[in-house]
């Protein structure tokens, strides 16, 4: 692992992008054939992007004798930068998931890694069935106990890694992936861009996108740990059941407020119809004390999940269009913020304007993005602020 961008495109014929994130740019690729013959194998190659020009510079030999060789990837903390930060932490990441946690069915695997002076660029295991909730509301049926079977299949991904005192810290619909169009594809956890590692990694707080899945301890600057990754998944059941998330408030201030006091309902209307059993274990996941939520492995042990006290009937279709609605929203500020973090040049661009103008973002919103832009320049990125129209 950790070979140069010639050798990339020598062995990787690279192809479409298939998604773009904050720092990152995922295309497909193909491993070209070997003399053997062997099978061209599809695989995701997410390029994370250096956003200052020199190679990170290796720690002093001494403290790298100290380090495991993981941590050696690491440049000084006072000369990384957030983008930096970010593209080091997820490596250190994947290395341990792939030293401990791999092959898991429900945690992405890394084949190899290649660096050069643009970034690095992880060979990463391709999931073609789409996202989480993209899938769910193209599904014509839909009941409870497909959506125990989804919390199943997370509730593994992140066992998994707990085990290894992984933190996810950014579990989100978005990062939970089919691996391809089967009917009973397995779902993959992935993006481990703002996972800790032991004591490893420091990674980045989450500056940006929505706080919906965030934690109360993490909003408070508590401590994190695998609970934390318990309370997101106990928001992204609620969406599941509701086709809406449980903190809604006007402003993101006032979101957090709510957030931090466990300050939510099952509304009559929409809840009259779901099972006891699946609101206990959503109340026991969203419980502010940390503590008292329960670990991935005692979930894979409730009834619910199981499937024993699971609805089987279709749930009413007002969840799934909710859903739908839900999705489309989050989708196009994704695309939005996105574009502000991964492109100076799309900053410059009428493009923007009109991305973030006809798509509902709030004027907090937008000054959310332009604060968090502010915050990466101020940290040694070389992007530029970008011009913002009122
Ligand atoms: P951020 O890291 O800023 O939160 P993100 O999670 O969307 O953003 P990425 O992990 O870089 O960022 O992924 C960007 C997009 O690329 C994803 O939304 C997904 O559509 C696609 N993608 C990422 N990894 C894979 C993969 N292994 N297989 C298929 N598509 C992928």
């Given amino acids: ?45 997410k390029t994370l992007k250096r956003f200052t020009t020199a190679a990170a510079t290796p720690p002093p030999r001494a403290e790298r004798a100290r380090a495991s060789s993981m941590a050696a990837l690491l440049p ?35 084949h190899d890694v290649y660096e050069d002076q643009t970034g690095v660029h992880l060979v990463l295991e391709l999931c073609s069935g789409g996202e989480l909730f993209d899938r769910i509301v193209a599904e014509t049926r839909y009941s409870e106990a497909g959506a125990a079977a989804v919390v199943r299949q997370i509730a593994r991904g992140l066992a998994a890694i707990h085990k290894e005192n992984i933190v996810h810290r950014d579990l989100k619909p978005e990062n939970c992936l089919f691996l391809n169009k089967s009917k009973d594809s397995t779902l993959k956890i992935m993006d481990f861009g703002l996972s800790s590692v032991d004591e490893f990694t420091n990674p980045v707080i989450g500056l940006f996108g929505s706080i919906d899945y965030v934690s109360p301890e993490a909003l408070s600057q508590g401590k994190i740990t695998t609970k934390s990754d318990m309370w997101s998944l106990g928001v992204i059941l609620y969406i599941l059941l509701s086709g809406y998330p449980p903190f809604i408030a006007q402003s993101t201030r006032q979101k957090q407020q709510m957030i931090m006091a466990g300050e939510y309902n099952f509304d009559e209307r929409t809840w009259k119809n779901i099972s006891s059993s699946a609101k206990h274990l959503i109340s026991s996941l969203l419980q502010v004390d940390p503590d008292r939520r329960p670990s991935a492995e005692q979930l894979l042990a409730h009834p619910w999940v199981i499937g024993d006290s699971a609805k089987q009937e279709q749930m009413d279709a007002e969840v799934v269009s909710r859903l739908q609605s839900f999705n489309a929203r989050r989708k196009l500020r994704a695309a939005a913020i996105a574009s502000v973090l991964s492109s100076k040049v799309l900053l410059r661009t009428k493009r923007l304007r009109s991305l973030l103008g006809s798509h509902d973002l709030s004027k907090e919103e937008l000054d959310n993005l332009k604060e968090n832009f502010k915050k990466i320049c101020a940290n040694g990125d070389n992007a530029t602020l970008p011009e913002f129209e009122e």
């Fill in 1 to 45: 692992m950790g070979q140069d961008k010639g050798k990339l495109v020598e062995e990787y014929e690279i192809l479409d992008i298939l998604g773009r994130g904050g720092f990152s740019v995922v295309r497909k690729g193909v491993k070209r054939s070997n003399e053997d013959g062997e099978k061209c194998q599809e695989f995701a190659i």
């Fill in 76 to 110: 000084a903390r006072n000369q990384v930068s957030i983008s930096d930060a970010l593209l080091t932490n997820e490596i250190v990441v994947m290395r341990k998931i792939v030293e401990n946690v791999s092959p898991h069915p429900n945690v992405i695997d890394l």
